[in-house]
């Protein structure tokens, strides 16, 4: 495909994968953990330096032109497309001083785009991986997430936190990545369900979710709040044994979300001593407690997910939530490998039932991070 577009071959291909988030939702731009895992459905990009300045991209899953964008007047705002993505990561590069060019990109993926999977995380790291290759700028995974975060949050105007791009950048084959939101630091927690006769299965609810609506930055903002509110830096510094002060002080439509938030990383912290135990079937209601804790009261869940989680439940999953941002998306399922069929066909039974679209069903297991392939 790049040859038939460009008229020449790549000087390599790159990969990146979307991922899900095991546990620890809403608590990365709370300084706070998460236990990401990659998925095996990723985003490639194709890569060949240009002399001109001049950035052009082609996506095989649009079909749309070669946008071609001019490095000297990337600014935010004024790419407002799916373009915005890895434009951005260039954006962010040449704003961190780094001394790049242009270059020719061909860009096909995997990853279900407005699923909750971070499709946009893979396309933003599968670039910044490619550029840091291609113009020798030799930097490590985590700041390359952190640059692709950048790009998303200053060119593509999405508050996000990191975690989705540091999942995508430094998530390793058959780990969890256990993230500290605020000392910067990762480390791989071995997680191979399949090995204990379990898997994971993941169910999109065709909700497509948009975090730049308005909502995810809301709840940010609200976090951030209560915080400054608490005299905190951020929520990660409330313990539970502080929440009967935080009820006393705060707004009351700000509790539910400090409620969560330290609830959530707590169960970061059980769910990593499980797995570290080898107890993965443990891991099952830890997923349950935390999809209760998003419903009730950080209040992102919708029908549709409720409806997976309960009717998964009901015929013997271990364990299932939403993942990701919320207001639909994905959710994610951990079941016993003899039990994955019926839940299977109790989901799509169940929201044929109730009038909703189709849903995605799929099994997966933790892959590997970015890394370039050719
Ligand atoms: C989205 C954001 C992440 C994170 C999650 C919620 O995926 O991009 O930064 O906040 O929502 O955990």
């Not at 999942?167 to 990762?186: I, N, Q, V, W």
């Amino acid at each position: 495909m790049f040859r038939r577009i460009y008229g020449t071959y790549p000087e390599g291909i790159w990969a990146a994968p979307g991922r899900v988030n095991l546990i620890g939702e809403h608590t990365d731009y709370n300084d706070g953990f998460a236990l990401p895992i990659a998925i095996p459905q990723h985003t490639l990009v194709a890569a060949r330096r240009r002399q001109d300045g001049r950035l052009r991209l082609h996506s095989a899953q649009g079909d749309g032109p070669v946008a071609d964008l001019d490095l000297a007047r990337l600014t935010p705002g004024v790419v407002t497309t799916w373009a915005a993505y890895p434009a951005g990561v260039v954006w962010a590069l040449l704003e961190a001083g780094h001394r790049i060019g242009g270059a020719d990109l061909h860009i096909d993926s995997t990853v279900p785009t407005g699923a909750g999977l971070s499709s946009s995380a893979a396309l933003e790291c599968a670039v910044a991986f490619a550029y840091n290759d291609l113009y020798g700028l030799g930097l490590s995974p985590p700041a390359l997430a952190l640059l692709a975060q950048r790009a998303e949050n200053g060119f593509a105007g999405v508050p996000c936190g990191a975690m989705d791009q540091l999942a995508s950048a430094c998530c390793t084959d058959g780990a969890a990545l256990h993230l500290d939101l605020r000392a910067g630091a990762h480390e791989q927690v071995p997680f191979a369900p399949q090995t204990q006769g379990m898997s994971l299965l993941v169910v999109d609810t065709r909700v497509k979710h948009d975090l730049g609506d308005g909502a995810y930055a809301a709840l940010r903002s609200g976090c951030e709040q209560a915080a400054r509110e608490l005299g905190l830096t951020a929520l990660r510094d409330l313990t539970p044994a502080d929440l009967p002060r935080a009820v006393k002080t705060l707004p009351a439509h700000l509790v539910p979300l400090v409620r969560h938030v330290v609830t959530e990383n707590g169960r970061v912290a059980k769910a990593v001593s499980h797995l570290r135990a080898g107890h993965v079937a443990a891991l099952g209601p830890i997923l349950t407690e935390g999809h209760a804790s998003l419903r009730d009261d950080f209040r992102i869940s919708c029908a549709e997910s409720d409806l997976v989680v309960d009717t998964a439940l009901a015929h013997g999953a271990l364990g299932a939530r939403m993942t990701g941002g919320g207001f639909g998306g994905s959710v994610v399922v951990l079941a016993e490998e003899g039990r994955v069929e019926a839940v299977r066909l109790a989901v799509t039974t169940a929201f044929r039932a109730a009038g909703y679209q189709e849903p995605g069903l799929f099994p997966v297991s933790p892959a590997a991070g970015a890394r370039r392939i050719m």
